[in-house]
Protein backbone atom coordinates (compact mmCIF):
# COMPACT_ATOMS: atom_id res chain seq x y z
CA UNK A 1 0.00 0.00 0.00
CA UNK A 2 1.29 3.04 -1.01
CA UNK A 3 0.82 6.80 0.49
CA UNK A 4 1.80 10.19 -0.02
CA UNK A 5 3.25 12.81 1.54
CA UNK A 6 -0.21 13.46 3.24
CA UNK A 7 -0.80 10.24 4.37
CA UNK A 8 -3.75 9.34 1.12
CA UNK A 9 -3.24 6.31 0.08
CA UNK A 10 -2.75 5.79 -3.78
CA UNK A 11 -6.73 3.56 -3.56
CA UNK A 12 -8.06 6.58 -2.37
CA UNK A 13 -7.33 9.24 -4.94
CA UNK A 14 -10.15 9.50 -7.63
CA UNK A 15 -10.36 7.39 -10.53
CA UNK A 16 -8.98 8.21 -13.88
CA UNK A 17 -11.42 9.94 -16.02
CA UNK A 18 -11.70 6.80 -18.15
CA UNK A 19 -12.81 5.05 -15.45
CA UNK A 20 -15.42 7.84 -14.47
CA UNK A 21 -16.65 7.96 -18.42
CA UNK A 22 -17.35 3.88 -18.51
CA UNK A 23 -18.96 4.27 -15.23
CA UNK A 24 -21.10 6.93 -16.63
CA UNK A 25 -22.16 5.03 -19.40
CA UNK A 26 -23.08 2.05 -17.18
CA UNK A 27 -25.13 4.68 -14.82
CA UNK A 28 -26.75 5.86 -18.50
CA UNK A 29 -27.55 2.40 -19.98
CA UNK A 30 -28.67 1.22 -16.54
CA UNK A 31 -31.14 3.21 -15.28
CA UNK A 32 -33.96 1.80 -18.07
CA UNK A 33 -35.19 5.37 -19.17
CA UNK A 34 -34.71 7.29 -21.90
CA UNK A 35 -31.80 9.84 -21.29
CA UNK A 36 -30.11 12.37 -23.69
CA UNK A 37 -28.36 15.29 -22.48
CA UNK A 38 -27.66 18.41 -25.22
CA UNK A 39 -25.64 21.62 -24.88
CA UNK A 40 -26.58 25.14 -24.74
CA UNK A 41 -26.41 25.23 -28.86
CA UNK A 42 -28.89 21.79 -28.64
CA UNK A 43 -26.10 19.73 -29.92
CA UNK A 44 -26.69 16.14 -28.90
CA UNK A 45 -23.87 14.92 -26.92
CA UNK A 46 -25.37 11.97 -24.99
CA UNK A 47 -27.84 9.70 -25.96
CA UNK A 48 -28.30 6.60 -24.32
CA UNK A 49 -29.98 3.09 -25.63
CA UNK A 50 -33.59 3.67 -24.06
CA UNK A 51 -33.44 6.84 -26.12
CA UNK A 52 -32.40 5.56 -29.25
CA UNK A 53 -34.70 2.34 -29.36
CA UNK A 54 -37.98 5.02 -28.55
CA UNK A 55 -36.63 7.27 -31.26
CA UNK A 56 -35.67 4.67 -33.53
CA UNK A 57 -32.46 6.64 -34.32
CA UNK A 58 -28.68 5.07 -32.96
CA UNK A 59 -26.64 7.39 -30.75
CA UNK A 60 -23.88 7.78 -33.67
CA UNK A 61 -26.22 8.86 -36.05
CA UNK A 62 -27.77 11.85 -33.60
CA UNK A 63 -24.75 12.55 -31.35
CA UNK A 64 -23.33 15.56 -32.04
CA UNK A 65 -26.56 16.65 -34.40
CA UNK A 66 -28.73 19.75 -33.73
CA UNK A 67 -31.97 18.78 -32.06
CA UNK A 68 -34.49 20.71 -33.49
CA UNK A 69 -32.78 19.65 -36.74
CA UNK A 70 -33.57 15.78 -35.94
CA UNK A 71 -37.04 16.89 -34.66
CA UNK A 72 -38.87 19.74 -37.20
CA UNK A 73 -41.23 21.19 -35.71
CA UNK A 74 -40.73 19.65 -32.33
CA UNK A 75 -39.25 23.27 -30.50
CA UNK A 76 -43.43 24.73 -31.47
CA UNK A 77 -44.74 21.98 -29.61
CA UNK A 78 -45.68 22.20 -25.86
CA UNK A 79 -42.42 20.32 -25.13
CA UNK A 80 -40.29 21.81 -27.18
CA UNK A 81 -41.28 25.35 -25.11
CA UNK A 82 -41.07 24.12 -22.08
CA UNK A 83 -37.43 22.47 -23.31
CA UNK A 84 -36.66 26.39 -24.41
CA UNK A 85 -37.99 27.58 -20.73
CA UNK A 86 -35.82 25.44 -18.93
CA UNK A 87 -32.56 26.12 -20.82
CA UNK A 88 -33.28 30.11 -20.51
CA UNK A 89 -34.47 29.29 -16.61
CA UNK A 90 -31.84 27.00 -16.15
CA UNK A 91 -34.63 25.24 -13.79
CA UNK A 92 -35.68 21.53 -13.55
CA UNK A 93 -38.90 20.97 -15.07
CA UNK A 94 -41.37 18.05 -15.39
CA UNK A 95 -43.97 17.38 -18.11
CA UNK A 96 -46.52 14.59 -19.41
CA UNK A 97 -47.12 14.92 -22.83
CA UNK A 98 -47.46 13.11 -26.26
CA UNK A 99 -44.66 12.25 -27.97
CA UNK A 100 -43.87 14.00 -30.52
CA UNK A 101 -42.16 10.97 -32.38
CA UNK A 102 -44.40 8.21 -32.23
CA UNK A 103 -48.01 8.86 -32.10
CA UNK A 104 -50.70 7.66 -29.79
CA UNK A 105 -47.70 7.03 -26.77
CA UNK A 106 -47.50 9.63 -23.77
CA UNK A 107 -44.18 10.59 -22.43
CA UNK A 108 -43.04 11.41 -18.75
CA UNK A 109 -40.17 13.71 -19.10
CA UNK A 110 -37.65 15.26 -16.64
CA UNK A 111 -35.21 18.44 -17.79
CA UNK A 112 -32.66 19.29 -15.89
CA UNK A 113 -29.59 22.14 -16.08
CA UNK A 114 -26.70 19.86 -17.32
CA UNK A 115 -23.76 21.48 -17.53
CA UNK A 116 -23.94 24.71 -20.13
CA UNK A 117 -27.12 22.81 -21.65
CA UNK A 118 -29.59 20.02 -20.66
CA UNK A 119 -30.59 16.71 -19.42
CA UNK A 120 -33.31 14.82 -20.05
CA UNK A 121 -34.71 11.98 -18.82
CA UNK A 122 -38.28 10.37 -19.94
CA UNK A 123 -40.03 6.96 -19.51
CA UNK A 124 -43.39 5.61 -21.57
CA UNK A 125 -46.27 6.22 -19.34
CA UNK A 126 -48.87 4.86 -22.27
CA UNK A 127 -49.95 2.75 -20.25
CA UNK A 128 -50.94 4.60 -17.03
CA UNK A 129 -52.31 7.26 -19.33
CA UNK A 130 -55.02 4.45 -20.88
CA UNK A 131 -55.61 3.08 -17.13
CA UNK A 132 -56.50 6.68 -16.66
CA UNK A 133 -59.22 6.79 -19.25
CA UNK A 134 -60.61 4.50 -19.04
CA UNK A 135 -60.73 4.85 -14.77
CA UNK A 136 -62.26 8.45 -15.94
CA UNK A 137 -64.70 6.71 -18.32
CA UNK A 138 -65.86 4.48 -15.69
CA UNK A 139 -66.34 7.79 -13.28
CA UNK A 140 -68.31 9.24 -15.49
CA UNK A 141 -70.40 6.36 -15.85
CA UNK A 142 -71.52 5.54 -12.47
CA UNK A 143 -72.00 9.05 -11.72
CA UNK A 144 -74.29 9.87 -14.82
CA UNK A 145 -76.07 5.71 -13.25
CA UNK A 146 -76.09 7.03 -9.63
CA UNK A 147 -77.80 10.10 -11.06
CA UNK A 148 -80.19 8.69 -13.24
CA UNK A 149 -81.07 6.15 -10.22
CA UNK A 150 -81.51 9.25 -7.79
CA UNK A 151 -83.60 10.85 -10.32
CA UNK A 152 -85.70 7.49 -10.59
CA UNK A 153 -85.83 7.28 -6.42
CA UNK A 154 -86.96 10.94 -6.83
CA UNK A 155 -89.54 10.38 -8.92
CA UNK A 156 -91.30 6.96 -7.22
CA UNK A 157 -91.31 8.63 -3.63
CA UNK A 158 -92.74 11.78 -5.09
CA UNK A 159 -95.88 10.21 -6.65
CA UNK A 160 -96.06 7.63 -3.70
CA UNK A 161 -96.37 10.92 -1.13
CA UNK A 162 -99.03 12.43 -3.81
CA UNK A 163 -101.04 9.24 -3.70
CA UNK A 164 -100.90 9.02 0.30
CA UNK A 165 -102.18 12.49 0.48
CA UNK A 166 -104.73 11.48 -2.41
CA UNK A 167 -105.66 8.79 -0.34
CA UNK A 168 -105.70 10.54 3.21
CA UNK A 169 -108.16 13.03 1.64
CA UNK A 170 -110.78 10.41 0.57
Given at each position: MLRNEFGVTI????????????????????????????????????????????????????????????FPGARETELGRLFLEAM???????????????????????????????GVVFRDITDRKKAEEQRDLLIRELDHRVKNTLASVQAIAGQTFRDVEANARQ
Open positions: SDLPRQPSDSESELRLILEGIGEGFYAVDRDWRIRRFNSEAARHFGRSPLDVLGRNLWGLATRKSMRSETASVVIAGRWLSYGLFPLGDGL
